[in-house]
């Protein structure tokens, strides 16, 4: 198939390409429905060696990255979540699965952290509530400076600097509903595109609906009525084309039953010997 015919192929699959994106789109809006809508708060920390005479920057600022991917990784960890809970902070416990498998998986799903190259850790916290967001990220952030001594070699020589502070939308981040259309919109093109490419036949179309009876006898008048040669530019009203056809319906059943009364009638003007004639005598009776 060539692109002319690919394009012809298409001009007459619109249904099938309108259908295809609907049934998409219509997919990813019940998944964007279904997951609970979360509040983001996010906050940036710097961590920071204390540089001492005759050390080497460069050096400096590799020890400063490798603190920041340690602490990073801790966060996500039961033992820093343990110290977040107790950090003295309105962080809702009950919100955790009392099973520790749960309780990670969850504590993983609410807390994300980043470490750049700079030492940069950016914190980002997603919550069902606004209020347990900007109180879980605070709490982060105080066990951070408090007892991130306990995570690390380098003891009193690593310093931690808030230098983001903590921001809470003021409506909900996830899920990204306009993102999830864009990929529904997306997705269902490029099913439709290739759902045409493969079944070209008119017999593979797709539909959100059957086509209603109404416009099936609407067709079948109009090719009715482009038999007799009428326009087919003609604009045609649905209810005259549905009598005209009913009528064309009541004629084909009238036609035979008509022959048979004129049949009938005719055998009645036959006289003895044209019946007698025409078979044996016991037809008459």
Known sequence: MNIQEYINVLKQKKQTVFSAVALFLAFAVILTVIQPFKYGSEAKILVVQKTQYGI?????????????????????TNSFFNEVINSGFDVNRNYFPARLEDQNK???KTVKANSSSRGIITLSVFHEDKYQADQIIRAINAALKDKHTL????????????????????????????????????????????????????????????????????DEAQEMDLGRGVNKSENYDVEEAIRKLRQREKMQAFVPQQNENENYKNNDDLDYDDISGQGDMKNIL
Not at 56 to 76: F, G, R
Not at 186 to 201: D, I, V
Request: proline fraction near 7%; glycine fraction near 6%.
């Open 56 to 76: 080497d920057p460069y050096q400096v600022n590799k020890a400063n990255e490798y603190v920041s991917d340690v602490l990073a990784d801790v966060i996500s």
């Open 106 to 108: 969850k504590w993983k």
């Open 151 to 218: 995570y690390h070699g380098s003891g009193d020589q690593v310093e931690i600097r808030i230098i983001g502070q903590p921001f809470t939308s003021e409506s909900p981040v996830k899920p990204n509903i306009v993102l999830n259309l864009l990929f529904g919109v997306l997705f269902g093109l490029l099913f439709a595109l290739t759902y045409a490419y493969l079944f070209p036949e008119d017999k593979y179309n797709l539909r959100l609906w059957p086509r209603k009876k109404i416009r099936q006898r609407h």
